[in-house]
């Protein structure tokens, strides 16, 4: 086994560097994983650029696969494996009603603790999930997306014969289309600012959204008022629209916006996040979901880059938006 790794380490906002360290020990309740692909999640662009991670250096990376290396139980040895990289703190009211997503005082591969765009990383074994040998492990590292997108289509209930909207073409609402679709929906559309991701939810089989079709259902997965009012204004009276876009301002809504959801008495349903208990598990419903090809997240990289690449670029690119791209995956395992 290796002693040391290489790593992308965040020193300071700004300052992300491909670092050999050290392999950290692996606690008796942790295997060691040896990391096949870690994608890089938009939230890790303004944590990279902006916002930094809760304290320097930290190893970055949170949506990843691999293999175990070492288990010092010797039951997951040799395994494919996800990771919910949320350590919850099990003692708030949340934890204790297994709602890990809403703990109060949680812990976090890849921002509150070193994550998983380096060689290895250890894990707690309570956050582990096995691959069965029908889901990639490039699919594998696509679980956080799945289960968040599968956590937002359940809000909606039965979709069978209903059309749905869909605002911002990204992997997660792509994703929610993919098993909506599944669920019965008739027809899904979406709209984007960005043509490409539009033609891009074209080529996947779903349409073009256009003002004067009305719809019976809505995910919201921008985070902007302008998009909220434009599902909104979708809407069928009674329809039900699923809050998932995480804004970066205060939402504004008109008189007349606003007025949709009185006179239609839509409902609104917040979504966070994705579910990781014992009865409610978005993330294994999401790997059986990829193993009965109902949905296919690996079909979104756009770009494989490998951690000796140009990993730079692919945060910048990402940055300043000069690709068209959907996810961006770091290869980290040597192939
Ligand atoms: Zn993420
Ligand atoms: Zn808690």
Known sequence: MKKTMKALNL????????????????QDDEVLVRVAYCGICGSDIPRVFDKGTYHFPTVIGHEFSGTVEYDPKGELTGKRVAVFPLLPCFECESCKAENYALCSNYDYYGSRRDGAMAEYISVKRWNILTLPDSVSLAAG?????????????????????????????????????????????EKVYFFDLDERKIKAARELGFYEYEDGIDVDVSIEGTGAGAALARCLKALKPFGQIVLMGNPSRGIELSQQEYWYILRKELRLLGTWNSSFGEIQNDWRDAISAMSERIITPEKLITHRIGINGDYMYAFEMMRDRTDFYQKVMLEVEDK
């Open 11 to 26: 020193h300071a906002v700004g300052d992300l560097r491909l670092d050999e360290l050290p392999v950290a020990e692996t």
């Open 141 to 185: 590292a696509m679980c956080e997306p799945s289960a968040v997108a599968c956590h937002a289509v359940k809000k909606l209930g039965d979709l069978t014969g209903k059309s749905l909207l869909i605002s911002g073409a990204g992997p997660i609402g792509l994703i929610a289309a993919m098993w909506a679709t599944n669920k019965g929906a």
